[in-house]
Protein backbone atom coordinates (compact mmCIF):
# COMPACT_ATOMS: atom_id res chain seq x y z
CA UNK A 1 0.00 0.00 0.00
CA UNK A 2 1.59 3.40 -1.37
CA UNK A 3 -0.46 6.47 -0.35
CA UNK A 4 2.43 8.64 -1.01
CA UNK A 5 3.44 9.16 2.56
CA UNK A 6 7.16 9.34 1.68
CA UNK A 7 7.01 10.91 -1.73
CA UNK A 8 9.34 13.89 -0.41
CA UNK A 9 11.71 11.97 0.49
CA UNK A 10 11.55 10.34 -3.37
CA UNK A 11 11.26 13.64 -5.04
CA UNK A 12 14.25 15.21 -3.09
CA UNK A 13 16.67 12.21 -4.04
CA UNK A 14 15.32 12.40 -8.01
CA UNK A 15 16.14 16.06 -7.50
CA UNK A 16 19.60 15.09 -6.28
CA UNK A 17 20.10 12.72 -9.30
CA UNK A 18 18.51 14.91 -11.57
CA UNK A 19 21.30 16.29 -14.05
CA UNK A 20 22.45 12.42 -14.83
CA UNK A 21 20.46 11.77 -17.96
CA UNK A 22 20.16 8.63 -20.28
CA UNK A 23 23.15 6.45 -20.02
CA UNK A 24 23.55 7.22 -16.18
CA UNK A 25 23.75 4.68 -13.83
CA UNK A 26 22.11 3.93 -10.28
CA UNK A 27 22.56 1.65 -8.14
CA UNK A 28 19.59 1.61 -5.23
CA UNK A 29 21.18 -0.21 -2.04
CA UNK A 30 18.46 -2.13 -0.02
CA UNK A 31 15.95 -1.42 -2.46
CA UNK A 32 13.26 -3.08 -0.63
CA UNK A 33 10.09 -2.96 -3.03
CA UNK A 34 11.33 -0.45 -5.03
CA UNK A 35 9.85 2.61 -4.03
CA UNK A 36 12.57 4.79 -4.73
CA UNK A 37 14.45 2.63 -8.07
CA UNK A 38 11.03 2.82 -9.52
CA UNK A 39 10.90 6.63 -8.99
CA UNK A 40 13.95 7.00 -10.09
CA UNK A 41 13.52 4.87 -13.42
CA UNK A 42 10.52 7.27 -13.61
CA UNK A 43 11.82 10.76 -13.22
CA UNK A 44 15.47 10.41 -14.68
CA UNK A 45 15.60 8.16 -17.73
CA UNK A 46 19.05 6.54 -16.08
CA UNK A 47 19.61 2.92 -15.60
CA UNK A 48 18.61 2.15 -12.34
CA UNK A 49 19.22 -1.04 -10.52
CA UNK A 50 17.75 -1.84 -7.01
CA UNK A 51 19.76 -4.95 -5.22
CA UNK A 52 17.89 -6.27 -1.71
CA UNK A 53 17.94 -9.77 0.13
CA UNK A 54 14.23 -10.09 0.21
CA UNK A 55 13.02 -12.43 -2.54
CA UNK A 56 9.40 -11.45 -2.08
CA UNK A 57 10.24 -7.29 -1.95
CA UNK A 58 12.12 -8.04 -5.36
CA UNK A 59 9.07 -9.69 -7.08
CA UNK A 60 7.02 -6.73 -6.03
CA UNK A 61 9.78 -4.36 -7.18
CA UNK A 62 9.61 -5.98 -10.33
CA UNK A 63 5.87 -6.65 -10.82
CA UNK A 64 5.40 -2.33 -10.26
CA UNK A 65 8.34 -2.16 -13.38
CA UNK A 66 6.62 -4.93 -15.66
CA UNK A 67 3.23 -3.00 -15.42
CA UNK A 68 4.46 0.19 -16.18
CA UNK A 69 7.20 -0.45 -18.84
CA UNK A 70 10.00 0.67 -16.97
CA UNK A 71 12.75 -0.86 -19.08
CA UNK A 72 15.47 1.06 -17.05
CA UNK A 73 14.38 -0.33 -13.90
CA UNK A 74 15.56 -3.76 -12.57
CA UNK A 75 15.82 -5.93 -9.19
CA UNK A 76 17.93 -8.15 -8.41
CA UNK A 77 18.13 -10.41 -5.12
CA UNK A 78 21.49 -9.73 -3.47
CA UNK A 79 23.50 -8.57 -0.76
CA UNK A 80 24.81 -4.96 -0.88
CA UNK A 81 28.15 -5.91 0.37
CA UNK A 82 29.52 -8.07 -2.21
CA UNK A 83 27.77 -6.28 -5.69
CA UNK A 84 27.96 -7.64 -8.81
CA UNK A 85 29.12 -4.47 -10.51
CA UNK A 86 32.18 -3.81 -11.75
CA UNK A 87 35.08 -0.95 -10.09
CA UNK A 88 33.96 2.26 -11.16
CA UNK A 89 30.88 1.55 -12.88
CA UNK A 90 27.82 2.77 -11.16
CA UNK A 91 27.36 7.20 -11.18
CA UNK A 92 25.57 7.36 -8.30
CA UNK A 93 24.15 4.73 -5.41
CA UNK A 94 21.20 5.76 -3.08
CA UNK A 95 20.89 4.09 0.28
CA UNK A 96 17.49 4.58 1.34
CA UNK A 97 16.80 3.25 5.18
CA UNK A 98 19.04 0.86 4.50
CA UNK A 99 22.79 -0.57 6.04
CA UNK A 100 25.64 1.49 4.49
CA UNK A 101 28.19 -0.74 3.06
CA UNK A 102 31.09 1.95 2.78
CA UNK A 103 34.09 -0.26 1.18
CA UNK A 104 31.83 -1.94 -1.45
CA UNK A 105 30.22 1.78 -2.44
CA UNK A 106 33.37 2.87 -3.19
CA UNK A 107 34.56 0.11 -5.04
CA UNK A 108 31.72 0.49 -7.55
CA UNK A 109 31.65 4.23 -7.97
CA UNK A 110 33.00 5.94 -10.88
CA UNK A 111 35.84 8.61 -9.10
CA UNK A 112 33.28 11.54 -9.75
CA UNK A 113 30.38 9.27 -8.23
CA UNK A 114 28.03 10.22 -5.59
CA UNK A 115 26.28 8.40 -2.66
CA UNK A 116 23.37 9.72 -1.21
CA UNK A 117 22.39 8.42 1.85
CA UNK A 118 18.50 8.30 3.53
CA UNK A 119 18.14 7.83 7.07
CA UNK A 120 16.11 8.72 9.86
CA UNK A 121 16.28 11.47 11.96
CA UNK A 122 15.59 11.90 15.68
CA UNK A 123 12.16 12.65 15.28
CA UNK A 124 11.42 9.91 12.63
CA UNK A 125 8.09 8.51 13.62
CA UNK A 126 7.95 9.27 17.05
CA UNK A 127 4.25 9.82 17.04
CA UNK A 128 3.53 6.02 15.85
CA UNK A 129 6.28 5.06 18.58
CA UNK A 130 4.55 7.12 21.32
CA UNK A 131 0.99 5.55 20.19
CA UNK A 132 2.62 1.69 20.66
CA UNK A 133 5.69 1.41 23.55
CA UNK A 134 5.58 2.35 27.20
CA UNK A 135 8.77 3.63 26.90
CA UNK A 136 9.73 6.27 23.96
CA UNK A 137 13.30 6.98 22.47
CA UNK A 138 14.18 9.58 20.20
CA UNK A 139 16.40 7.91 17.28
CA UNK A 140 20.14 7.89 17.80
CA UNK A 141 22.22 9.15 15.14
CA UNK A 142 23.48 5.87 12.82
CA UNK A 143 27.04 4.16 13.35
CA UNK A 144 27.60 3.14 9.92
CA UNK A 145 27.82 6.18 7.98
CA UNK A 146 30.76 7.03 5.32
CA UNK A 147 34.03 7.51 7.10
CA UNK A 148 36.26 7.99 3.88
CA UNK A 149 34.24 9.82 1.19
CA UNK A 150 33.43 13.26 1.15
CA UNK A 151 30.10 14.84 2.71
CA UNK A 152 29.08 17.64 0.16
CA UNK A 153 25.40 18.51 0.98
CA UNK A 154 23.05 17.55 4.32
CA UNK A 155 19.51 18.36 4.09
CA UNK A 156 17.27 17.76 6.69
CA UNK A 157 13.15 16.79 5.27
CA UNK A 158 10.81 17.10 8.14
CA UNK A 159 7.05 16.86 7.79
CA UNK A 160 3.43 15.62 9.55
CA UNK A 161 1.83 12.85 7.65
CA UNK A 162 -1.90 12.04 8.77
CA UNK A 163 -3.23 8.02 8.74
CA UNK A 164 -6.52 7.56 8.62
CA UNK A 165 -7.29 3.82 8.92
CA UNK A 166 -5.77 1.07 10.79
CA UNK A 167 -4.60 -0.24 7.75
CA UNK A 168 -2.49 2.85 6.47
CA UNK A 169 -1.20 2.36 9.92
CA UNK A 170 -0.35 -1.20 10.10
CA UNK A 171 1.09 -0.88 6.29
CA UNK A 172 3.44 1.98 7.37
CA UNK A 173 4.78 -0.09 10.49
CA UNK A 174 5.82 -3.17 8.12
CA UNK A 175 7.49 -0.64 6.77
CA UNK A 176 9.80 -0.10 9.84
CA UNK A 177 12.60 -2.37 12.04
CA UNK A 178 10.42 -1.95 14.08
CA UNK A 179 7.92 -4.28 12.88
CA UNK A 180 10.55 -7.51 13.55
CA UNK A 181 10.73 -6.70 17.43
CA UNK A 182 7.59 -5.12 18.89
CA UNK A 183 6.12 -7.83 21.65
CA UNK A 184 2.76 -9.25 21.14
CA UNK A 185 1.11 -6.49 23.84
CA UNK A 186 2.30 -3.47 22.01
CA UNK A 187 1.30 -5.42 18.57
CA UNK A 188 -1.92 -5.26 20.35
CA UNK A 189 -1.80 -1.43 20.40
CA UNK A 190 -0.99 -0.81 17.37
CA UNK A 191 -3.89 -3.20 15.60
CA UNK A 192 -6.61 -1.27 17.82
CA UNK A 193 -5.50 2.44 15.89
CA UNK A 194 -7.82 3.73 13.41
CA UNK A 195 -5.64 7.10 12.96
CA UNK A 196 -2.53 8.78 13.70
CA UNK A 197 -0.54 11.77 13.14
CA UNK A 198 2.80 11.19 13.32
CA UNK A 199 6.37 12.93 12.23
CA UNK A 200 8.86 12.01 9.47
CA UNK A 201 11.73 13.54 9.70
CA UNK A 202 14.60 12.65 7.39
CA UNK A 203 18.71 13.01 7.08
CA UNK A 204 19.51 13.45 3.64
CA UNK A 205 23.69 12.93 2.86
CA UNK A 206 25.11 13.40 -0.22
CA UNK A 207 29.05 11.84 -0.18
CA UNK A 208 31.50 12.24 -2.91
CA UNK A 209 33.55 9.15 -3.64
CA UNK A 210 37.28 10.64 -2.69
CA UNK A 211 39.60 11.48 -5.77
CA UNK A 212 42.74 9.44 -5.79
CA UNK A 213 45.27 11.58 -7.17
C1 LIG B 1 13.88 -0.51 5.93
S1 LIG B 1 14.06 -1.37 4.43
C2 LIG B 1 14.23 -0.05 3.25
C3 LIG B 1 13.89 -0.45 1.87
C4 LIG B 1 13.88 0.69 0.84
N1 LIG B 1 15.16 1.32 0.69
C5 LIG B 1 12.84 1.70 1.22
O1 LIG B 1 13.18 2.70 1.87
O2 LIG B 1 11.66 1.50 0.87
C6 LIG B 1 15.71 -2.00 4.50
C7 LIG B 1 16.01 -2.97 3.38
O3 LIG B 1 17.39 -3.30 3.40
C8 LIG B 1 17.50 -4.65 3.01
N2 LIG B 1 18.81 -5.14 3.46
C9 LIG B 1 19.29 -5.24 4.72
N3 LIG B 1 20.55 -5.73 4.72
C10 LIG B 1 20.86 -5.96 3.42
C11 LIG B 1 22.03 -6.48 2.75
N4 LIG B 1 23.10 -6.84 3.42
N5 LIG B 1 21.97 -6.59 1.41
C12 LIG B 1 20.87 -6.22 0.71
N6 LIG B 1 19.75 -5.73 1.29
C13 LIG B 1 19.75 -5.60 2.62
C14 LIG B 1 16.32 -5.33 3.68
O4 LIG B 1 16.01 -6.56 3.07
C15 LIG B 1 15.24 -4.27 3.51
O5 LIG B 1 14.49 -4.49 2.34
Do not use: W
Not at 34 to 49: C, D, H, P, S, V
Not at 65 to 77: I, Q, T
Not at 117 to 122: K, L, P, Q, Y
Request: with cysteine; proline share 2%; aromatic share 10%.
Amino acid sequence: MNLGHYKPISDKVCELLSDLKEGGFIIDAGCGEGYYTNNIARQTRAQAYGFDLSKEAIISASKVAKREGLANSRFFVGGIYNLPVCDSGADAIVNIFAPCAEDEFSRILKASGRLIIVAAGENHLYGLKRAIYDEVHRNAERADMPKNMKLERAHKLSYTIFLQSAEEIQSLFSMTPYSYRTSEKDMKKLYSLTSLETEVEVDIFVYRKEMTL
